[in-house]
């Protein structure tokens, strides 16, 4: 009977399957599944910027409705207009319905095994030939212009005096007399007594050379082969001026408080313990790695002194060709303010510094007098049109219901308030106007070219580039002749308040 029982149980639950209408869950809500993926912004990357580019999300969106939304998913980031570098946040790749339940879901990355086929000999790339580095030799230098350049100014600094003109006359010996002619051996007269003979064309016998060492233990002779290359001979000089402390190819040098200035030495030179001034010794190799004036005369008024030592053969004109303007003679240059104490005046500089054309207080009609026998027009602080589309600055409070019908036309919308800082509202625009920008700090090279740069100047602002100028936003009050070195590179810099 217990068996007959189970198979009658059984024969119940097949009917039930196969033949009775499918159960249903009726008045129970389907929850919508919104897709995120993990996104870290790297250095220079801005969030509205990534939306665009990278996940193709038009503006009237991202201002509207994914930038609230991003709020909401990370809601550890106080401020989407100051995110670190590297800072991982949330991106939903799809918007949630409104008014409806949904979920999170976060894809998990999946391992991929790739099986790559072996290159062909024939495709592979030669290694490349390293070519010998090419020293400098005393024998290739222009000895006028090291003596001028650098060993004068090093002597000055160390007590010491440079005698490039006239006979030398040596104390007498054994009954006989020595003496040189300067102009062809200068002499480095140190203030520890010592005399440095530079036979900087190898012209001193060896015979003399020997007579100079065995009877006068404080002269010195450098150096006694053509071959040796100027790093080597200057590192010696360097050492023999009995400076302070002397630190080759060290860490880079840092001075400054708002403006930062970093400074590379083959040499750095600290003449004395009771002060702070630093020199700094480069070799410098093209005229195009030389130190602007300007930035020279700037370093001084920080206690730092450049000695540049050029390798580079140049002549009378190309010398006078590479005169720079200081940019003091003419006064005090004056630099722009932006006010952003009152809001839309200092919106509509910034608009006109990113060279955009705007209006103000335009109505903006939703509804006109069709059919419907309606006309609706909503007056917006700030227009602009950028790339065909109509996009709509607001500081005045809107009801929710007259900026959805904004929204509904497909007009972008930036608002704006009063409570906001200067670097979120320039940021909040630049971002708008889909302006890529640097910040928090911006660093510049000194020199014409990056390579071989040895000094940058790094100043705290907001740095952006159209199509006819760049423009620095700094709440710093710029030293005059960083203002004069941020022209002469072309970038118009502005101060905000």
């Given at each position: ?184 051996y200068p002499l480095l007269q140190l203030k520890n007594n010592t005399t440095i003979i530079l036979d900087l064309k ?52 840092v001075r400054g408080q708002d403006v930062l200035v970093k400074i590379m030495g083959d040499w750095t030179v600290y ?227």
């Amino acid at each position: 009977m217990k068996i007959k029982r189970h198979y009658v149980l059984f024969l119940i639950f097949l009917l039930s399957t196969f033949l009775l209408p499918p159960y249903t869950l009726e008045g129970v809500e389907e929850i919508a599944e919104v897709v995120v993926q993990r996104h870290t912004l790297l250095p220079g990357e801005h969030l509205t910027n990534v939306l665009r580019n990278t996940y193709s999300i038009p503006d009237h969106l991202i201002f509207n409705e994914y930038l609230n939304f991003i709020r909401e998913l990370n809601p550890d980031v106080k401020d989407l207009n100051t995110m670190q570098d590297y800072q991982i946040i949330l991106i939903p790749l799809n918007l949630p319905p409104k008014n409806k339940n949904y979920k999170i879901i976060i894809p998990q990355p999946e391992d991929v095994s790739v099986t790559i086929p072996p290159m062909p000999e024939h495709k592979k790339l030669k290694p490349p030939v390293l070519k010998p580095e090419r020293k400098i030799t005393l024998e290739r230098l222009n000895i006028s212009r090291l003596l001028k350049d650098g060993l004068a100014v090093l002597l000055e600094e160390s007590g010491g005096t440079i005698q490039q003109e006239g006979i030398h006359e040596f104390p007498d010996f054994e009954g006989s007399q020595l003496s040189l002619d300067t102009t062809i051996y200068p002499l480095l007269q140190l203030k520890n007594n010592t005399t440095i003979i530079l036979d900087l064309k190898n012209l001193l016998p060896p015979d003399i050379q020997e007579i100079i060492q065995s009877n006068w233990s404080n002269y010195k002779i450098i150096p006694s082969r053509n071959d040796q290359d100027v790093e080597s001979t200057l590192d010696h000089i360097i050492k023999e001026m009995s400076f302070f402390n002397v630190i080759k190819d060290g860490e880079p040098l840092v001075r400054g408080q708002d403006v930062l200035v970093k400074i590379m030495g083959d040499w750095t030179v600290y003449p004395t313990s009771g002060t702070q001034k630093v020199l700094i010794v480069n070799l410098i190799h093209s005229p195009e790695h030389k130190a602007p004036i300007i930035i020279k005369n700037y370093l001084e008024e920080l206690a730092i002194k450049l000695v540049d030592i050029t390798l580079f053969e140049q002549s009378e004109d190309e010398v006078s060709s590479m005169i720079e303007y200081t940019g003091e003679s003419a006064g005090l240059p004056k630099i722009s303010k932006i006010d952003f104490t009152d809001k839309l005046p200092s919106v509509d500089t910034l608009l006109e510094l990113a060279e955009q054309d705007y209006s103000k207080n335009v109505p903006i009609s939703v509804y006109s007098r069709d059919s419907t026998g309606l006309a609706l027009n909503i007056t917006i602080d700030r227009t602009f049109v950028k790339n065909g589309k109509k996009h709509l600055i607001y500081l005045q409070n809107k009801s929710p219901k007259l900026l959805h019908l904004l929204t509904q036309q497909g007009f972008p919308l930036l608002r704006l308030t009063d409570k906001e800082d200067a670097v979120t509202t320039i940021k909040k625009v630049l971002d708008f106007l889909n302006i890529h920008y640097q910040s928090p700090l911006i660093t510049f090279a000194a020199s014409k070219t990056d390579q071989e740069n040895k000094i940058w100047i790094n100043i705290p602002g907001i740095l952006f580039k159209t199509e006819g100028k760049k423009v620095l936003l700094t709440h710093l009050e710029l030293h005059h002749k960083l203002i004069s070195f941020l022209r002469g590179k072309g970038i118009k810099p502005t101060i905000y308040q």
